[in-house]
């Protein structure tokens, strides 16, 4: 079956450490994002990807940074310098940036500070 | 200002209860207004999407409907599986059409 497949499922990060969370799909689909929830907030936008070798910042890109060096593959990594990392990560992809379908997410990555 | 806005944010009903869980936008300029299923610790799971005031989509005890500015999802006769939050994500003409979310209704069944 098709989907996308997040790990790990937890995650610790130390004082000044940087953690990268995996994200894969193998639904063949172009477009690839990143999302951040928080209790009582709604998804927000970290980065965004429409195709291989691009990426864009979205809302709240400050202390993240991406690659997609691969169509299957678009990790985060959440830097030291993203002070109040402790959230739970959504990655989610859709056949085409605009392309009026839905998105496919993940099961999420939730990362904790020691 | 919240482009999106879903109502209540909780609610709790008794199994048999039909209720509804509204979501609202201010932005014009429709293209889509999807919602999702988020059951605790897990990805959201899509449910429907609908495209233009008049709509209507149906799946088991679920309907979603659409206005000009507002989406009902309506539950009947719920049971406790149906707990969950349902988030509603809207996408306007503009900018990178990516949806915006609302933060959710969180839905509490009782047996």
């Known amino acids: 079956d098709g989907g996308i497949t997040q790990s790990p499922k937890y995650l610790f990060r130390k004082e000044g450490q940087n953690v990268t969370l995996s994200c894969e799909q193998n639904l063949n689909h172009d477009a690839m994002y990143w999302y951040r929830q928080d209790p009582g907030q709604g998804l927000r936008l970290i980065y965004y990807?429409?195709?291989?070798?691009?990426?864009q910042k979205g809302d709240i890109a400050e202390g993240y940074s991406v690659s997609r060096e691969k169509k299957e593959s678009f990790p985060l990594t959440v830097t030291s310098a993203q002070k109040n990392p402790t959230a739970f990560y959504l990655c989610a992809s859709s056949r085409q940036l605009g392309s009026n379908q839905p998105q496919h997410f993940g099961d999420g990555t939730r990362l904790s500070i020691l | 200002e919240d482009q999106v806005t879903q109502s209540p944010e909780a609610l709790r009903l008794q199994e048999g209860e039909s209720s509804s869980l509204n979501c609202s936008y201010t932005?014009?300029?429709?293209?889509?207004l999807f919602w999702y299923r988020q059951d605790p610790g897990k990805g959201p799971e899509f449910l429907f999407t609908l495209y233009s005031a008049g709509e209507e989509k149906e799946k088991e005890r679920l309907k979603a409907t659409l206005t000009k500015k507002e989406s009902f999802l309506h539950i009947t006769a719920p049971k406790p599986e149906d707990s969950a939050t349902y988030l509603c994500a809207v996408s306007f003409s503009g900018g990178s059409y990516i949806p915006t979310f609302g933060r959710g209704t969180s839905l509490i069944v009782h047996p």
């Open positions: 990807s429409q195709i291989v070798n691009d990426f």
């Open positions: 932005v014009s300029g429709l293209r889509g």
